[in-house]
């Protein structure tokens, strides 16, 4: 029986910012062995446990009220203004790991929510209802922005006011510009002069998030089947696995090597190994040690 070639996507993993947010949880770690976390650090269950063996404990926004005194890490995705209100009141120390493109993107949307307030305008964030960076980018604007996930969420927009449009960093390049588009289309039909209707649409996509829907096209057509690692609630991850789908219908979706099924493997000669952005090396790399070391007719 011929050996399986396995390579692991050199293009996935950790973004910097989630990179940067988990080094800042191990070097308080080391220094103090415990540290509090509002809510997972990233969206691997994975990588949650094995930093909550270290000494990681996750909390929730309403845990947070009832601190005192104590250090509490802020992850990449960001938090809205009450969450640091919350820690001046009860003086918690926060340790901010805010990914950068995120801040950045926080601070236009308040300049942007500031001069729609002024001119009867709407902000509008294409993103996940109940997301953690959508919830920090919608406390920019007092909870006011419009969340649009689907098409059919377009329907709460007033088409004859001015329309800011925002996107969250980690969505489809794609779905921003089909929404773009829709948007644009639906103010012509329903003011009688579009043209005097202000629409500012902003790609605020992470680049180094976007730039990885080619790389994988091209990785996912490189291999006779696709091992896609990620946790359930990244939402990064289920994008980029469809573009994994898209291109290779032997694409398959796992947490880790638990959950490949045999038959995947048959008449094989490839493997890819590749991810979110909230997914660990240390996770690619043991699954694909497990199909490297595994006879495929032994796989379960």
Known sequence: MCMLKVTIDKNSGYCFGVEYAIQMAEDALDESGQLYCLGDIVHNDKEVKRLKSKGLQVISREELKTL??????????????ETYQTALQNNIELIDASCPVVLKLQNRIKNAYDKATDEAGQIVIYGKEGHAEVIGLNGQTNQEAIIITTLEDLDKIDYTRPVTLFSQT??????????????????????????????????????????????LEQFAQQHDVILFVSGKKSS???????????????????????????????????????????????????VANFVTDTPAHSLS
Request: hydrophobic share 30%; aromatic share 8%.
């Open 68 to 81: 005192h005194d104590c250090k509490v890490l802020i992850r990449a995705h960001g938090e809205p203004p």
């Open 170 to 215: 980690t969505k489809s390049t794609q779905g921003f510009y089909q929404i773009k588009e829709v948007i644009s289309q639906r103010i012509k039909a329903h003011h009688p002069t579009p043209e005097a209707v202000l629409f500012d649409a902003n790609d605020s996509i992470c680049r180094q998030v976007s730039n990885r829907e080619p790389q």
């Open 236 to 286: 990064n991850g289920k994008a980029l696995y469809q573009v994994c789908k898209r291109y290779n219908e032997r694409s398959f979706f796992i947490e880790d090597e638990q959950d490949i099924q045999p038959e995947w493997l048959e008449n094989t000669e490839t493997v890819g190994v590749c991810g979110a952005t909230s997914t660990p090396m240390w996770l690619m790399e043991q």
